[in-house]
């Protein structure tokens, strides 16, 4: 089966987007940890933000469906479309949390059950992965989010998400933070290194005065690499600053070139995202303000009330020269810089501005000189950078040349390139595996030095074209560098054919876009003035998109480009020239759309079904007919099996065409198919039949009629799951009913399939009635059978909250108790997930153990104080047997535990029942300390108020064990840590864990722990029989190499 099947079965529709979201919440911390993922980061948890309110907006809270749920949800083929979009959703991002939960995780800890959230090695192998898988990742989750909107409209949304969630006040920087992961992928190991050495540098990022502004201006010729040194300094000072860190990258082919304020927006959106003061600090201004977008005011305004809220932070800005107005207008660099001088006046804020040296930004900059620090970038600075790039540009493209020849080329252009990293780049299509040692260096020494000449020497090999292909070479480079997006090969080779000869003329189009026809007829031409870049989805030709290689190349078309010859010279003589470049595109659109032929309906689709070939092999590996079942088209179904459609076909998944139709439930084309004497139990690459997958849905007419006409439904997919396990698995009670009375007897008790039994399935979802049924046919057996965790269904009930489920399971099996690895009982669970009615019904059983402890010697009362839950301590309190101090493996108590993480009520009725009130702490401080490190007032003044914390109280402690003894002290400045019921929290000081790390032993079956960033660096490295803790990555890799031994 699927193993997002599971996540279904356990509390249906509602239940699988619960999963998902839990899911998907796990990836934020680590994703913000590494900086190159930021750009994705950024799109994911805007999705992620979107996908979370679609289920509060119709309805889906705490893993269940609400009873005011939107209408639409009740449609069965739109909750059916729903349930296939989270599907894919948890098979994309989520998938390998839930696989992980069969293996190592803990399985209560979490705040989903069986450890939803992903492993640290998975999540960082998320992160860290290749930038195309996380690109698809992260393209499919935005569109599938935005299918869910597609499909049911919220109708109504609440201001705060609707204000969030509007454009107009979080601009779509997608394109800019692009433009920053570019900057750190070009960027070579070693180089860019050197601005952290120098003192101006330094200065600026620790200034001697840190509540004054800090500003350092860092400018340079243009190729000099400048947006390759920003990212990396964005990089490294992401990466070491505890404070926020905002960074905005001005490009010119994106709309913020003439507006610069969009450097402010999304500086803010930064800040905010990082420091929560800043965000409600915006907050406030958003719901005092009435208008649909912050108007540059505002903005201002707020962004002087921001870096106030959030002191520390550092604004970086690259590119300030790419911008079209530097000195005059209300939009102009000049003004937004002078409007961030009046914003950081005596603030605590360093600003770092990176762009060539242009009149107007000197200026304005040069009136702030008492903050002022600039640093010039030479070529002294950028020497042995350019060597490294010169050398890596010569091994890529030459080779199998000796390495004496490699050497001696890359030397000559590294001193010929005169600092400029783009003359180098722009250098390399002249370098040819094939060329001589002599012919190479020739080459590179007839290249003119410097941009400008080089630029010169190119535009003169344009000039002397023969007419056809210089007037094609200006059309390439117009639409190139004078649209708002870049255009790919398909669209710039229809524009050029409009800007030559006014019309589309089908002779005149290129056979094959291919990589011969990019090679000869656009970089031939326009090389290496004009680069062609892969499409981020499509990998042909055609949609690769044609780009300006650096701002300084669109500089000199404006000064150099013609105008069209049908321009007037009047007409050029009254235009700025890159306006004229706007006319001729614009005039060039205007007759594409007067072309008769681009309007034309095609005739001929009437017979296309008989000049197709209907076994043709698409996407996913299906042929037209996979889509006419999926669709429950049975006319189209049977014309294609008139026209020879080949019903053996089999899928990438080795899904065919009866799959589809079962699992979508249509009958009449499940009939189609087997009248056409398709095969009755084909098995795809899970081993799941037709059978499983009309389970999986509930289709009792289509599995009614597959089962008389001889379905095996004996079958088991590739993990033991049959028939039953599939309609346990998803809800499907009424299809149970009906398997179990057609299937053989021992069909409600089979314990074969690797996840779990019938009734442990349906016990995940707290399905009563399912349950009984299963009970009907003989399952009252397995309540005493374990699955492959050692749970038992009482242990799965206890844990989601199903209090009637449980009370069903205890009246068959009142002494059913026991404890499963790691030495958590169905009671723990209940008081770790705060299920009071769980609790009651769990305390009436005689004999019940209520001071049970894990491996780890924590108890029901132990956890329940340490997540702040009063009516779970209330309960176990009441019963007689309490022990109230009963101690953890470090002598931890769970007065200690409610006090570290800050739950005052807790706390005042442990004293009321007479815990025991302890100065000292075995892990280290005192009792009043770690209240202090909670920083909650009310709980301090409560112990120090308490006779025995001003000197009456035992100032004895349990000793820490042995390997323990010369542990690091801890910091009296210890950072607050809030209690967060449902996260993963410390097994040493019990607070919640920012920054999770599992470890397990590999000695022990029933040893594993989280521990924080602080305990794990005094020295806690053992688990309690002292074996060294192994990081869950390493112990992955090494069960999978002992799984994987012959």
Not at 455 to 467: A, F, G, L, S
Not at 877 to 893: A, F, M, Q, V, Y
Not at 935 to 944: M, R, T, V
């Amino acid at each position: 089966m699927e193993v997002t099947g599971l996540a279904v079965g356990v509390v249906g529709l509602a239940g699988l987007f619960s999963v998902c979201l839990d899911s998907l919440s796990r990836f934020q911390s680590y994703r913000e940890s590494n900086f190159e993922t930021h750009v994705l980061d950024t799109r994911f948890r805007a999705a992620r933000a979107r996908f979370e309110q679609w289920g509060i907006s119709v309805g889906i809270s705490n893993g269940r469906l609400q009873p005011d749920h939107h209408d639409g949800l009740d449609n069965k083929e739109t909750a059916a479309l729903i349930e296939s979009i989270l599907q894919i959703i948890a098979k994309t991002i989520c998938d390998k949390s839930i696989l992980q939960r069969t293996h190592t995780r803990p399985r209560f800890q979490s705040g989903q059950f069986g450890g939803l959230s992903q492993s640290r090695s998975e999540r960082l192998k998320w992160a860290l992965g290749g930038k195309e898988s996380r690109n698809e990742q992260v393209d499919i989750f935005e569109k599938l989010v935005q299918q869910l909107y597609n499909l049911i409209s919220p109708e109504e949304k609440s201001q705060n998400y609707k204000g969030l969630e509007s454009t107009a006040w979080v601009e779509d920087i997608c394109q800019m933070l692009t433009k920053i992961e570019e900057g750190i992928n070009k960027r070579l190991d070693t180089t860019c290194e050197w601005i952290f050495n120098r003192s101006k540098f330094k200065s600026w990022l620790s200034p001697a005065d840190s509540s004054k502004p800090s500003l350092l201006w860092i400018n340079g010729p243009a190729g000099f690499g400048k947006t390759v040194l920003s990212a990396h300094i964005v990089h490294r000072l992401s990466e070491a600053l505890d404070t926020p860190v905002a960074h905005f990258f001005f490009t010119s082919d994106h709309e913020s070139r003439d507006d610069p304020f969009a450097a402010l927006r999304s500086w803010q959106c930064q800040v905010a995202a990082k420091n929560n003061d800043a965000f409600e600090c915006i907050r406030g201004v958003w719901e005092s303000d009435s208008s649909e977008k912050a108007s540059r005011r505002t903005i201002v305004d707020l962004f002087k009330q921001v870096i106030t809220a959030a002191p520390g932070c550092v604004f970086i800005a690259d590119g300030l020269d790419e911008c079209s107005q530097l000195g005059n207008g209300d939009t102009s660099v000049a003004r937004l810089l002078r409007d961030i001088m009046y914003s950081i006046h005596d603030a605590n804020v360093r600003l770092l501005l990176i762009s060539r040296d242009e009149p107007e930004i000197r200026e304005t900059l040069e009136e702030n000189g008492e903050i002022l620090s600039e640093y010039r970038i030479g070529t002294d600075d950028v020497g042995a950078d350019t060597a490294a790039f010169s050398q890596s540009v010569v091994d890529k493209k030459l080779s199998n040349k000796s390495e004496d020849v490699r050497l001696a080329i890359s030397e000559t252009m590294a001193a010929r390139c005169e600092g400029q990293f783009l003359w180098i780049k722009m250098q390399e299509q002249s370098l040819r595996n094939g060329m001589s040692k002599k012919r190479l260096c020739e080459v590179v020494e007839n290249t003119p030095s410097g941009l400008d000449r080089l630029y010169d020497h190119n535009w003169k090999r344009i000039m002397e074209m023969p007419d056809w292909d210089r007037d094609r070479a200006f059309a390439l480079l117009r639409w190139s560098a004078f649209t708002f997006r870049p255009l790919t090969v398909f669209a710039v080779t229809e524009a050029v054919l409009i800007t030559q000869f006014q019309e589309l003329d089908p002779d005149e189009y290129p056979e094959n876009v291919n990589d011969e026809y990019i090679r000869t007829e656009i970089i031939g031409l326009c090389g290496p003035l004009l680069e062609v870049h892969d499409h981020s989805q499509h990998s042909s030709p055609g949609n690769r998109t044609l780009n300006i290689p650096h701002f300084s190349v669109r500089q000199y078309l404006v000064e150099n480009l013609p105008a069209p010859a049908w321009m007037q010279a009047n007409d050029i003589l009254n235009k700025e020239y890159e306006s004229l470049h706007h006319t001729a595109i614009a005039r060039a659109c205007v007759q594409y759309l007067s072309l008769p032929q681009v309007w034309e309906k095609d005739g001929q689709h009437d017979h296309l079904i008989d000049d197709a070939d209907v076994n043709e092999i698409g996407a996913l590996g299906r042929s037209p007919i996979f889509s006419a079942c999926h669709s429950g088209s049975a006319e189209s179904v049977n014309l294609l099996i008139r026209r020879g459609a080949d019903l053996s076909i089999t899928d990438s998944q080795g899904v065919t065409c009866l799959h589809i139709a079962a699992a979508c439930g249509f009958e009449d084309i499940v009939r189609i198919l087997v009248e056409s004497k398709v095969k009755l139990s084909p098995q795809d690459h899970r081993g799941r039949t037709p059978l499983h997958l009309a389970s999986t849905r509930g289709h009792i007419k289509c599995y009614q009629y597959l089962l008389e006409q001889g379905a095996d439904v004996n079958i088991r997919d590739k993990w033991g799951g049959n028939v039953v396990h599939y309609a346990c698995i998803h809800g499907q009670a009424e299809l149970l009913r009906f398997i179990l009375r057609n299937a053989p007897d021992n069909f409600a008790t089979d314990h074969s399939y690797r996840l779990a039994s019938p009734l442990i399935l349906a016990s995940q979802s707290g399905n009563v009635d399912m349950a009984k049924l299963l009970f009907e046919h003989g399952a009252v057996s397995s309540l005493f059978i374990t699955e492959t965790l050692g749970n038992l269904p009482l242990h799965y009930a206890a844990s989601n909250g199903h209090a009637e489920l449980l009370g069903l399971f205890l009246e068959h099996g009142k002494t059913i108790t026991t404890p499963y690895l790691g030495g958590e009982t169905p009671l723990y669970a209940a008081a770790t997930k705060n299920h009071a009615e769980v609790l009651k019904l769990l305390l009436e059983v005689p004999d019940v153990s209520v001071n049970q402890k894990t491996t780890y010697g924590f108890t029901p009362l132990f956890i329940a104080s340490r997540n702040g839950y009063h009516d779970i301590v209330e309960l176990l309190l009441s019963t007689d047997s309490i022990d109230k101090d009963s101690e953890s493996w470090l002598g931890l108590s769970p007065l200690f535990a409610a006090v570290a993480n800050g739950h005052l009520e807790v706390t005042k009725l442990l004293l009321s029942k007479g815990a025991h009130l302890q100065l000292s702490v075995s892990i280290g401080r005192d009792l009043l300390w770690w209240a202090q490190r909670s920083n909650k007032p009310d709980l301090i003044q409560l112990l120090k108020t308490q006779e025995a914390i001003t000197g009456t109280a035992s100032d004895s402690c349990k000793p820490l064990p042995g390997p323990f003894a010369n542990i690091e002290p801890l910091s009296r400045n210890a950072k607050t840590v809030d209690c967060t019921p449902g996260v993963s929290w410390c097994y040493v000081c019990t607070l919640s864990v920012q920054d999770e790390r599992y470890f397990q032993c590999q000695e022990c079956h029933d040893s594993y722990m989280f521990l924080c960033s602080e305990c794990f660096s005094r020295g806690f490295h053992l688990c309690l029989r002292s074996h060294v803790l192994v990081p869950l990555s390493l112990m992955s890799r090494t069960v999978e190499a002992l799984q994987t031994a012959p």
